[in-house]
């Protein structure tokens, strides 16, 4: 889904931001980019830039204007460093992956259902645009687009660069499409949270030990163990940490064995 999402840049002034931009879009699974009449080229310092991304740059599609970049697009958002005075509402960054993502869905859900039709419409594509480093979008481009979609920045210093505003966006929408998947980070072993029966064998190997040692009186162990419990449960032991406490515990019986 995320490759419907199409990057636009439009009358880019420098080439590391080309670069910069590329690299950011292709962290998050972005691949369709757009140049609108760029004022830089395709340099090697955009190359140098987008670390590893330049495909996405040479592979880009030069337009002369905005309308051709969005001729076959179906939802737009501009992006602006202020409110521009555009009808309707504002968005955040988060709204617009959201929606943007609701729409793709929708979309696809039908071309799904058409599938067997051989004449069936290319994948929608959505859009989102950056205007010039200095200037942002004008009017007459923002009158192009659906909606309008701003970073809520420090009031105090709202400036972002180019490859910082596409970075923001783009995480987003990776963001909103891996929780529509119900994506999770796949956990390490060793950072598993220990279950209930390791950790009571925890405990009740530290009982032992401390018994052993003669730091735990036997007849009144529960004062101190319950304080134990507490002070390990507010650290929500990884069953690597509780291992090597186990170890530990383990190389002190064998020292007390002689």
Same mark, same amino acid.
């Given at each position: 889904?995320?490759?419907?999402?199409?990057?636009?840049?439009?009358?880019?002034?420098?080439?590391?931001?080309?670069?910069?931009?590329?690299?950011?879009?292709?962290?998050? !699974? #972005?691949?369709?980019?757009?140049?609108?009449?760029?004022?830089?080229?395709?340099?090697?310092?955009?190359?140098?830039? $987008?670390?590893?991304?330049? %495909?996405?740059?040479?592979?880009? *599609?030069?337009?002369?204007?905005?309308? %051709? $970049?969005?001729?076959?697009?179906?939802?737009? @958002? !501009?992006?602006?460093?202020?409110?521009?005075?555009?009808? !309707?509402?504002?968005?955040?960054?988060?709204?617009?992956?959201?929606?943007?993502?609701?729409?793709?869905?929708? $979309?696809?859900?039908?071309?799904?259902?058409?599938?067997?039709? *051989?004449?069936?419409?290319?994948?929608?594509?959505?859009?989102?645009?950056?205007?010039?480093?200095?200037?942002?979008?004008?009017?007459?481009?923002?009158?192009?687009?659906?909606?309008?979609?701003?970073?809520?920045?420090?009031?105090?210093?709202?400036?972002?660069? +180019?490859?910082?505003?596409?970075?923001?966006?783009?995480?987003?929408?990776?963001?909103?499409?891996?929780?529509?998947?119900?994506?999770?980070? %796949?956990?390490?072993?060793?950072?598993?949270?220990?279950?209930?029966?390791?950790?009571?064998? @925890?405990?009740?190997?530290?009982?032992? *030990? +401390?018994?052993?040692?003669?730091?735990?009186?036997?007849?009144?162990?529960?004062?101190?163990?319950?304080?134990?419990?507490? @002070?390990?449960?507010?650290?929500? +032991? %990884?069953?690597?940490?509780?291992?090597? @406490?186990?170890?530990?515990?383990?190389?002190?019986?064998?020292? #007390?064995?002689?």
């Amino acid at each position: 889904m995320l490759e419907q999402v199409r990057v636009v840049l439009v009358e880019t002034s420098h080439p590391g931001n080309l670069g910069a931009a590329a690299r950011a879009m292709k962290t998050m !699974g #972005l691949s369709d980019l757009v140049l609108v009449s760029p004022s830089c080229e395709i340099n090697a310092e955009a190359i140098a830039r $987008a670390s590893g991304a330049g %495909e996405l740059l040479t592979r880009a *599609t030069i337009v002369p204007t905005l309308a %051709e $970049a969005l001729h076959d697009t179906t939802l737009v @958002f !501009g992006s602006s460093a202020r409110a521009r005075g555009m009808s !309707g509402r504002l968005h955040m960054p988060r709204e617009m992956a959201q929606e943007m993502l609701q729409t793709l869905s929708a $979309a696809n859900a039908t071309s799904v259902v058409s599938s067997a039709d *051989t004449d069936a419409a290319p994948a929608e594509k959505v859009a989102l645009v950056f205007g010039p480093e200095r200037t942002g979008l004008n009017n007459d481009d923002l009158a192009l687009c659906h909606s309008q979609v701003m970073v809520p920045c420090n009031p105090d210093y709202s400036s972002l660069n +180019l490859g910082a505003a596409v970075q923001i966006f783009c995480y987003e929408l990776r963001s909103s499409w891996l929780a529509s998947q119900n994506f999770q980070l %796949e956990q390490q072993v060793e950072d598993r949270p220990a279950t209930g029966e390791q950790v009571e064998m @925890f405990y009740a190997h530290l009982q032992q *030990t +401390l018994e052993q040692i003669e730091f735990l009186d036997p007849g009144n162990p529960r004062k101190l163990m319950d304080r134990m419990r507490r @002070f390990y449960q507010r650290a929500r +032991l %990884e069953q690597m940490e509780l291992n090597i @406490f186990r170890g530990i515990l383990t190389a002190v019986n064998k020292k #007390l064995k002689g």
